[in-house]
Structure formats: structure tokens, C-alpha cells
């Protein structure tokens, strides 16, 4: 496999504040990225991306956002549209993380919808999959992420190679349960197949990133995995140290 430079990617979720962000960037910024070895980036609420584009301007680290509008423009009270995020120096944006599919009822055709919206723009959509620890234990691991990536690869075709995968087991989000690195390995494996058969040896390029509890001692037995390429990760972002250690792993 070509040696693909890791992404590891914050998700901050509904988290910071002006003077937080600005006291964690700092931290992060005074630290190594790794930038010979790693891309590194952070998702952070859409009303921060233009105090945290001015704080880290030009210092190597990615500006990404957690959601986006599947409408271009127009009359959806509440939405960010992808050409706004572009506009504050987003070049990642999260879509189907399991908390929207969970909490807002996001379908695979919406997820779908949304990398396509992102990818026209040229904004990479960082695509989240994984199945819950009732699917897990009954047996349907592969049949609920496979389906979920087919949407995607059904709507975006031979886009597929601009985009990023996150296999997230939702059972393992937030909760301090990980995946061993053999679970994720073989999770990442059938995602690596099917973008395979999608794109042919380009799909040998696509990231499969981890999410689901990485932190400073798991992430590099979960990052030498050879189809994991990278990692998204939630609440050890919101530690400088912590996210200092995981981008040193990998
Ligand atoms: C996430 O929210 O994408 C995530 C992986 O969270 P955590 O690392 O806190 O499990």
C-alpha cells in the first residue's frame, strides 16, 4: 500500500469558548505536528472557525467543521451552507457522525447528499460510519457500514478518492470502550474492500480513519494497523497534551 501521510483529526463537538479555543490552539500550536508525518486538523463549531482560522493561519493545522447543509443556499433557517464554511478556511467538513444520524435522524441518503455538496466545493467531507453495540453483537458489523459507505460512493461515483472515511463504532464513541485494534482492523479491511471495487487501486488512497475513544495509550496500537490511516478523534482533542501524544503515535 502507498504510504499515505496519517490525518488526525479533532472533533470538538459543542464545546470551547473564545477564550478556551484561543488557550488550546496555543498549547497545540507550541507543540510538534509532525508535519513530515502527519496532517493535522480540527473540527470546531461553525461560529469559531473564524477566530480559530485567524489564530492558526499559515501554522499547518486544517481547519474542518462538523456539519453542513445539503441546500446550496437559501431558506433553511439554521443551516451553514459548504461555500460559507469555504469562506472561514474550512477544508474539512464531518458529515453522518453518528451523534447526527442519532440525534437528528440523519439517513444515509442525507449523509450521502452532504459529501456530494461538500466535494462540488471542494471541501473534503470527512464520511462517519459504524454500527451500535446491538448491531455489533448481533452479527451486522458489516452489513450497517458497508450500506452506509454505498450511499456515498452511489451518489459522489468516481469522487470517491477525494473523500476520507472514519469507521466510528458508535459503541465506542464518547464512552471510554475501544476497539481492540484487530476489531477496527477488520472493520477497516471491508471498507478498504468496497472502496476497492469502487475506485480500483485508488482506493488504496482513500483514508480510513479510526474514531471511538483513541487517546494518548491506545492510538499507537490502533494507528500501525495497516488499514488505519489516521484518526478522529472526540474528547482527547480538547486536551493539548492529549493531542499532542496521539499526532507523536502517528
Ligand atoms: C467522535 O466524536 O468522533 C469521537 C471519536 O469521540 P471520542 O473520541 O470522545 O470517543
Redesign the pocket.
Known sequence: MPSLKKLIAG?W?MNGSLESNAALIQSILDGDLRADACEVAICVPSVYLHQIQSLTEGKGLYLGAQDVSAHEKGAYTGEVSVSMLKEFGASFVIVG?S?RRQFHHESDQLVAIKAERALASGLTPIV?VGETMQERESGATEVIVKRQLAAVIHLVGHCVTEIVVAY?PVW????GLTATPDQAQSVHAVLRAQLKAAAGEGGEKIRILY????NASNAKSLLSQPDIDGG?????ALKAADFLSIIASA
Open positions: 472533533n463537538k457522525h451523534e462517519c466510528e465506542a464513541i464518547g464512552t474514531g471511538g475513544s483513541m478522529l478523534i472526540g474528547g482527547a
